[in-house]
Protein backbone atom coordinates (compact mmCIF):
# COMPACT_ATOMS: atom_id res chain seq x y z
CA UNK A 1 0.00 0.00 0.00
CA UNK A 2 2.58 2.56 0.62
CA UNK A 3 3.13 2.66 -3.35
CA UNK A 4 0.50 5.19 -3.26
CA UNK A 5 2.32 7.22 -0.61
CA UNK A 6 6.18 7.70 -2.19
CA UNK A 7 4.93 7.45 -5.82
CA UNK A 8 2.95 9.74 -6.37
CA UNK A 9 -0.52 10.74 -5.01
CA UNK A 10 -3.65 9.03 -6.06
CA UNK A 11 -6.03 10.70 -8.39
CA UNK A 12 -9.28 11.91 -7.49
CA UNK A 13 -11.11 9.21 -9.16
CA UNK A 14 -8.63 7.00 -8.11
CA UNK A 15 -9.44 7.71 -3.99
CA UNK A 16 -12.97 7.79 -4.70
CA UNK A 17 -12.67 3.98 -6.19
CA UNK A 18 -10.90 3.29 -2.78
CA UNK A 19 -12.91 4.47 -0.82
CA UNK A 20 -15.88 2.98 -2.31
CA UNK A 21 -14.22 0.04 -2.09
CA UNK A 22 -13.20 0.05 1.14
CA UNK A 23 -17.05 1.28 2.07
CA UNK A 24 -18.14 -1.45 0.37
CA UNK A 25 -15.53 -3.66 2.89
CA UNK A 26 -16.89 -1.95 5.85
CA UNK A 27 -20.56 -2.46 5.50
CA UNK A 28 -19.52 -5.97 5.22
CA UNK A 29 -17.88 -5.96 8.68
CA UNK A 30 -20.42 -3.81 10.27
CA UNK A 31 -23.20 -5.98 9.28
CA UNK A 32 -21.71 -8.96 10.91
CA UNK A 33 -22.78 -6.63 14.20
CA UNK A 34 -26.20 -5.82 12.59
CA UNK A 35 -25.01 -2.48 11.65
CA UNK A 36 -24.64 -0.17 9.09
CA UNK A 37 -22.72 2.71 8.02
CA UNK A 38 -23.76 5.71 7.45
CA UNK A 39 -21.04 7.61 4.91
CA UNK A 40 -21.36 11.24 4.14
CA UNK A 41 -21.68 12.21 0.55
CA UNK A 42 -21.29 15.81 -1.09
CA UNK A 43 -23.55 16.68 -3.27
CA UNK A 44 -22.49 19.91 -5.54
CA UNK A 45 -19.45 22.06 -5.33
CA UNK A 46 -20.10 23.38 -1.42
CA UNK A 47 -19.52 21.12 1.94
CA UNK A 48 -22.87 22.47 3.56
CA UNK A 49 -25.79 24.92 2.31
CA UNK A 50 -28.20 25.36 4.66
CA UNK A 51 -27.81 27.21 8.08
CA UNK A 52 -26.95 24.92 10.46
CA UNK A 53 -23.99 23.04 8.18
CA UNK A 54 -22.58 25.98 7.10
CA UNK A 55 -22.59 27.38 10.88
CA UNK A 56 -20.89 24.09 12.00
CA UNK A 57 -18.42 25.09 8.81
CA UNK A 58 -17.99 28.94 9.79
CA UNK A 59 -17.38 28.12 13.28
CA UNK A 60 -14.79 25.61 12.71
CA UNK A 61 -12.68 27.63 10.37
CA UNK A 62 -12.80 30.76 12.43
CA UNK A 63 -10.10 28.82 14.85
CA UNK A 64 -7.14 29.68 13.87
CA UNK A 65 -6.11 26.30 15.59
CA UNK A 66 -7.57 24.22 12.81
CA UNK A 67 -6.48 26.81 9.83
CA UNK A 68 -3.45 23.87 8.91
CA UNK A 69 -5.62 20.81 8.52
CA UNK A 70 -9.07 22.18 7.29
CA UNK A 71 -8.17 22.21 3.66
CA UNK A 72 -7.21 18.09 3.47
CA UNK A 73 -10.13 17.42 5.67
CA UNK A 74 -11.97 19.71 3.03
CA UNK A 75 -10.71 17.46 0.18
CA UNK A 76 -11.10 14.37 1.73
CA UNK A 77 -14.89 14.70 2.68
CA UNK A 78 -15.34 15.68 -0.69
CA UNK A 79 -13.99 12.70 -2.21
CA UNK A 80 -16.28 10.05 0.00
CA UNK A 81 -13.56 9.34 2.51
CA UNK A 82 -16.08 9.75 5.19
CA UNK A 83 -17.03 5.98 5.20
CA UNK A 84 -18.89 6.27 8.52
CA UNK A 85 -20.38 8.90 10.96
CA UNK A 86 -22.36 8.56 13.86
CA UNK A 87 -23.24 11.65 15.89
CA UNK A 88 -24.76 11.18 19.17
CA UNK A 89 -24.71 13.09 22.63
CA UNK A 90 -21.41 14.59 23.60
CA UNK A 91 -19.89 12.19 20.55
CA UNK A 92 -18.94 11.85 17.36
CA UNK A 93 -17.34 8.44 15.92
CA UNK A 94 -16.38 8.10 12.16
CA UNK A 95 -14.62 5.93 10.07
CA UNK A 96 -12.47 7.61 7.22
CA UNK A 97 -10.59 6.20 4.47
CA UNK A 98 -6.95 6.85 3.68
CA UNK A 99 -3.87 4.99 3.48
CA UNK A 100 -5.58 2.63 5.39
CA UNK A 101 -8.80 2.86 7.70
CA UNK A 102 -8.77 4.99 10.51
CA UNK A 103 -10.93 5.46 13.55
CA UNK A 104 -12.09 9.05 14.62
CA UNK A 105 -13.23 9.29 18.05
CA UNK A 106 -13.90 13.49 18.66
CA UNK A 107 -15.50 14.34 22.41
CA UNK A 108 -16.92 17.69 23.18
CA UNK A 109 -18.83 18.59 25.87
CA UNK A 110 -22.32 19.59 26.82
CA UNK A 111 -23.54 23.00 26.90
CA UNK A 112 -23.46 23.97 30.33
CA UNK A 113 -26.94 24.72 32.06
CA UNK A 114 -26.79 28.17 32.84
CA UNK A 115 -24.83 28.84 29.27
CA UNK A 116 -28.31 26.72 27.73
CA UNK A 117 -30.87 28.92 29.82
CA UNK A 118 -29.22 32.05 28.92
CA UNK A 119 -29.77 30.96 25.25
CA UNK A 120 -33.66 30.07 25.76
CA UNK A 121 -34.24 32.99 27.58
CA UNK A 122 -32.63 35.32 24.66
CA UNK A 123 -34.60 33.71 21.67
CA UNK A 124 -37.95 33.34 24.08
CA UNK A 125 -40.48 34.70 21.98
CA UNK A 126 -38.26 34.75 18.51
CA UNK A 127 -39.00 31.11 17.14
CA UNK A 128 -42.08 30.47 15.55
CA UNK A 129 -42.05 26.87 15.27
CA UNK A 130 -39.35 23.25 15.05
CA UNK A 131 -39.75 23.86 11.02
CA UNK A 132 -38.36 27.52 11.44
CA UNK A 133 -35.82 26.54 13.76
CA UNK A 134 -34.77 23.59 12.25
CA UNK A 135 -34.66 25.34 8.44
CA UNK A 136 -33.11 28.01 10.14
CA UNK A 137 -35.72 30.56 9.47
CA UNK A 138 -34.23 32.61 12.01
CA UNK A 139 -34.09 36.55 12.40
CA UNK A 140 -30.69 37.92 12.36
CA UNK A 141 -30.43 38.22 16.13
CA UNK A 142 -31.22 34.64 16.97
CA UNK A 143 -29.07 33.75 14.24
CA UNK A 144 -26.48 36.12 16.23
CA UNK A 145 -27.14 34.57 19.60
CA UNK A 146 -26.95 30.94 18.28
CA UNK A 147 -23.65 31.67 16.42
CA UNK A 148 -21.85 33.60 18.75
CA UNK A 149 -18.48 32.51 19.63
CA UNK A 150 -18.46 32.51 22.89
CA UNK A 151 -21.52 32.34 24.03
CA UNK A 152 -23.50 30.42 20.92
CA UNK A 153 -24.77 26.72 20.68
CA UNK A 154 -21.15 25.90 18.54
CA UNK A 155 -18.07 24.06 20.49
CA UNK A 156 -14.84 25.88 20.80
CA UNK A 157 -11.79 24.24 20.53
CA UNK A 158 -10.77 23.79 24.36
CA UNK A 159 -14.71 21.82 24.52
CA UNK A 160 -13.76 19.65 22.26
CA UNK A 161 -11.49 16.60 22.26
CA UNK A 162 -10.27 14.46 19.09
CA UNK A 163 -8.28 11.74 18.32
CA UNK A 164 -7.46 9.14 15.57
CA UNK A 165 -6.10 6.18 15.26
CA UNK A 166 -2.96 6.77 12.28
CA UNK A 167 0.04 7.63 12.73
CA UNK A 168 -0.12 11.16 11.66
CA UNK A 169 -1.79 12.75 14.53
CA UNK A 170 -1.40 15.75 15.77
CA UNK A 171 -3.81 18.24 17.45
CA UNK A 172 -6.33 17.78 14.10
CA UNK A 173 -5.20 15.79 11.29
CA UNK A 174 -6.49 15.44 7.95
CA UNK A 175 -9.11 12.10 9.14
CA UNK A 176 -10.70 13.93 11.88
CA UNK A 177 -10.68 17.46 9.81
CA UNK A 178 -12.60 15.45 7.02
CA UNK A 179 -15.47 14.08 10.06
CA UNK A 180 -15.38 18.07 11.50
CA UNK A 181 -16.60 18.76 7.87
CA UNK A 182 -19.18 15.85 7.55
CA UNK A 183 -20.54 16.92 10.88
CA UNK A 184 -21.69 20.36 8.77
CA UNK A 185 -22.80 18.27 5.85
CA UNK A 186 -24.95 16.20 8.14
CA UNK A 187 -26.51 18.84 9.43
CA UNK A 188 -28.10 20.15 6.38
CA UNK A 189 -29.77 17.03 6.78
CA UNK A 190 -30.11 16.45 10.36
CA UNK A 191 -29.75 19.93 12.17
CA UNK A 192 -31.43 18.40 15.22
CA UNK A 193 -27.93 16.62 15.95
CA UNK A 194 -26.07 19.80 16.14
CA UNK A 195 -28.30 19.96 19.84
CA UNK A 196 -28.05 16.20 20.14
CA UNK A 197 -24.29 16.54 20.20
CA UNK A 198 -24.59 19.45 22.83
CA UNK A 199 -26.37 17.56 24.84
CA UNK A 200 -29.80 19.73 24.71
CA UNK A 201 -33.18 19.53 23.56
CA UNK A 202 -34.29 21.69 20.46
CA UNK A 203 -37.51 21.61 21.07
CA UNK A 204 -37.21 23.81 24.45
CA UNK A 205 -36.63 26.99 22.43
CA UNK A 206 -39.59 26.38 21.12
CA UNK A 207 -41.05 25.68 24.45
CA UNK A 208 -39.26 28.45 26.06
CA UNK A 209 -41.33 31.09 23.33
CA UNK A 210 -44.32 29.22 24.09
CA UNK A 211 -44.10 30.25 27.78
CA UNK A 212 -43.82 33.76 27.54
CA UNK A 213 -46.61 35.26 29.21
CA UNK A 214 -47.72 37.68 26.63
CA UNK A 215 -46.31 36.85 22.67
CA UNK A 216 -43.78 39.38 21.79
CA UNK A 217 -44.43 41.83 18.12
CA UNK A 218 -42.22 39.69 16.55
CA UNK A 219 -43.77 36.23 16.95
CA UNK A 220 -47.54 37.50 16.74
CA UNK A 221 -46.57 38.31 13.31
CA UNK A 222 -45.59 35.01 12.63
CA UNK A 223 -49.13 34.06 12.20
CA UNK A 224 -49.53 34.92 8.50
CA UNK A 225 -46.61 33.27 7.71
CA UNK A 226 -47.23 30.27 9.72
CA UNK A 227 -50.61 30.04 8.28
CA UNK A 228 -49.19 29.87 4.72
CA UNK A 229 -46.83 27.29 5.68
CA UNK A 230 -49.36 25.23 6.72
CA UNK A 231 -50.89 25.89 3.35
CA UNK A 232 -47.88 24.64 1.20
CA UNK A 233 -47.00 21.17 3.35
CA UNK A 234 -50.78 20.71 3.76
CA UNK A 235 -50.42 20.31 7.39
CA UNK A 236 -52.03 21.40 10.46
CA UNK A 237 -49.77 23.77 12.36
CA UNK A 238 -51.43 22.57 15.96
CA UNK A 239 -50.41 25.61 18.32
CA UNK A 240 -49.74 28.82 16.42
CA UNK A 241 -49.36 32.03 18.27
CA UNK A 242 -52.55 33.37 18.24
CA UNK A 243 -53.73 29.92 19.66
CA UNK A 244 -51.95 30.55 22.66
CA UNK A 245 -53.84 30.92 26.04
CA UNK A 246 -54.69 33.74 27.20
CA UNK A 247 -52.05 35.45 29.17
CA UNK A 248 -54.18 34.50 32.70
CA UNK A 249 -54.02 30.95 32.30
CA UNK A 250 -51.03 29.56 33.88
CA UNK A 251 -49.89 26.99 31.60
CA UNK A 252 -48.08 23.33 32.96
CA UNK A 253 -44.53 22.91 33.64
CA UNK A 254 -42.88 22.50 30.78
CA UNK A 255 -41.75 18.55 30.69
CA UNK A 256 -38.80 17.49 32.62
CA UNK A 257 -35.79 16.78 30.01
CA UNK A 258 -35.05 13.12 31.13
CA UNK A 259 -36.20 10.99 28.71
CA UNK A 260 -35.39 11.06 24.86
CA UNK A 261 -38.60 10.96 22.97
CA UNK A 262 -40.99 12.11 25.61
CA UNK A 263 -39.49 15.67 25.52
CA UNK A 264 -41.07 16.70 22.58
CA UNK A 265 -43.89 14.95 23.85
CA UNK A 266 -45.12 18.41 25.46
CA UNK A 267 -46.57 21.13 23.73
CA UNK A 268 -44.05 20.86 20.79
CA UNK A 269 -44.88 17.29 20.22
CA UNK A 270 -47.76 18.18 17.58
CA UNK A 271 -46.52 20.73 15.46
CA UNK A 272 -43.18 17.68 16.04
CA UNK A 273 -45.50 15.01 14.60
CA UNK A 274 -47.40 17.45 11.91
CA UNK A 275 -43.89 19.11 10.59
CA UNK A 276 -42.01 15.77 10.16
CA UNK A 277 -45.01 14.47 8.32
CA UNK A 278 -45.15 17.75 5.95
CA UNK A 279 -41.42 17.51 5.56
ZN1 LIG B 1 -5.84 10.76 11.43
Keep these: ?10 SVPERRERARREGRELERKMAKSGRKPSPVRIEGRAIASTFWGKAWCG ?11 LPRGRSYV ?12 GRIQAVVSGTQLYDVDVSIKPLAKAHWARIKTQCA ?49 KHVAAVMYGVGARLDAKPELLFTLRNVEHGELIAAAADLQVPSRRARGKTIEEAE ?22 RPAPAKRSGGK ?18
Design 1 to 10: MNWWRYTRKP
Design 59 to 69: NLESYRDYAYR
Design 78 to 89: RHDAVLDLDIGA
Design 125 to 173: GEIGSLIELLEGRLSDRVMGIVTDRERGLFPKPKEIEMRCSCPDWATMC
Design 229 to 250: LAGVFGIELAELPHARPSPKKK
Design 262 to 279: SRAAGKTGKNAKANRRGR
